[in-house]
């Protein structure tokens, strides 16, 4: 083979990689586009959770550092997307008070929540006798006082996306709904059930 045909041997063989490098090129940014039209046409949007009311039967703090409390929740939530569906596999609900745990966690149902659907919960939540944080005792006591207390109703847990066929992996679930408890003589542990009509709408992070 003389000198020239080497040469145009290696410009063929140059160009034939140079091709193969704009074809796997072509082919991944064809691939990176797909992707990305599916996650800008399928994003998933979180569910949006509303407290609709809490039915206090007993809130009664004593001494040194005892809190029981006992009452009933209503939630809806939302799924909001019109071509994904959302499985809730596990959600723990509970009440809180200054970050503060103050009820046993209640699981509520595993269920499937279709395109545009609602779903309403209404879990009761208990805590007898629970500890409080000393810190925590004395704003109580004040709260107690002022006539209003502020709960935060949360709950944790997973929710996997349905598209089609196609189910995701397990993403992490946090809901947090301010309940503003205005108090009344009830609170001393006397009198029936007080029913507060909330319609408070949760932050949620997935």
């Not at 091709?19 to 796997?24: D, T, W």
């Not at 809730?88 to 970050?99: E, H, K, T």
Request: charged share 15%; hydrophobic share 45%; net charge neutral.
């Amino acid at each position: 083979m003389t000198e020239k045909e080497c040469e145009h041997h290696h410009d063929e063989d140059e160009k034939m990689r140079k091709r193969i490098g704009a074809m796997v090129l072509g082919f991944l940014a064809a691939v990176l586009f797909v992707v990305f039209l599916v996650w800008a046409i399928l994003h998933p949007h979180g569910p949006r959770f509303v407290l609709q009311d809490a039915t206090i039967y007993a809130f009664n703090i004593s001494q040194p550092n005892f809190l029981t409390s006992n009452l009933q929740v209503t939630l809806s939530s939302r799924n909001p997307n019109d071509k994904i569906g959302i499985f809730y596999d596990r959600l723990d609900i509970y009440a809180s008070y200054r970050n503060q745990q103050v009820t046993l966690a209640t699981l509520l149902p595993a269920t499937y929540q279709g395109h545009l659907d609602v779903t309403v919960w209404s879990p009761f939540l208990y805590g007898t006798t629970v500890p409080v944080a000393p810190y925590l005792s004395p704003a109580l006591s004040q709260d107690l006082t002022a006539g209003m207390v502020l709960l935060n109703i949360k709950i944790d847990g997973w929710v996997r996306w349905k598209v089609g066929t196609w189910i995701s992996g397990r993403y992490r679930l946090h809901v947090n709904c301010p309940a503003y408890i205005t108090l009344a003589e009830h609170f001393s542990g006397e009198g029936p059930a007080v029913k507060y009509q909330l319609v408070q709408r949760c932050a949620v992070d997935v």
